[in-house]
């Protein structure tokens, strides 16, 4: 006779051939079958799990920035900036993930880069896009997505949208009175200094209190 807890007692649903399961919804199945290392050394689990994690903040980051884009261009910053602000913990969370990756030191890597080829983390589809979508643009770097016709489409169709910062620019415009040159809003290039811009957030600053949605952002 076992004395151990039963969930049942507690009224716990503990069948679920009928009823959906924690792993059916999240497709533990297919997540967890998604690592396929090409070699026999230990520490590449590490390395396709750390990249396939980044990946998935990376999807709830576009997916964050994305929203509070479309809300700030209508005006609506109090959701905006929460998305912000969640946006901002998901990069703290990429960062910190390389704590476990240090692990690894460059002798255990080079026990399995080779079987990689010329794969790289710099061929992220997702990580252009972030850049993309929050001002950093950059078209020449889509060129390691040729190959990739719908990926690279995907980039073609954020360059052909104001960006995250963009956005952020036109509400400064609106609510200061500046009016910012053509080529500040440039969709296909890196953004260069503006004395303008400058001068405008030079005015935000020195009156938070005025223009204080302006200050937050």
Known sequence: MSDSYNPETDGAQMSFAKDMSYGDYLHMDQILSAQTPLSSAHDEMLFIIQHQTSELWIKLALHEASAARALLEKGDYSPAFKMCARLSRIFDQLNSAWDVLRTMTPSDYTTFRETLGHSSGFQSHQYRLVEYVLGNRNENLMKVHAHRPELHQLLEDELARPSLYHVALRALEAETGASFAPEVFRLRAPHKADAAVEA????????????????EL
């Open 200 to 215: 405008a957030w030079l005015t935000v600053y020195k009156d938070p209190s005025k223009y204080w949605s302006l200050y």
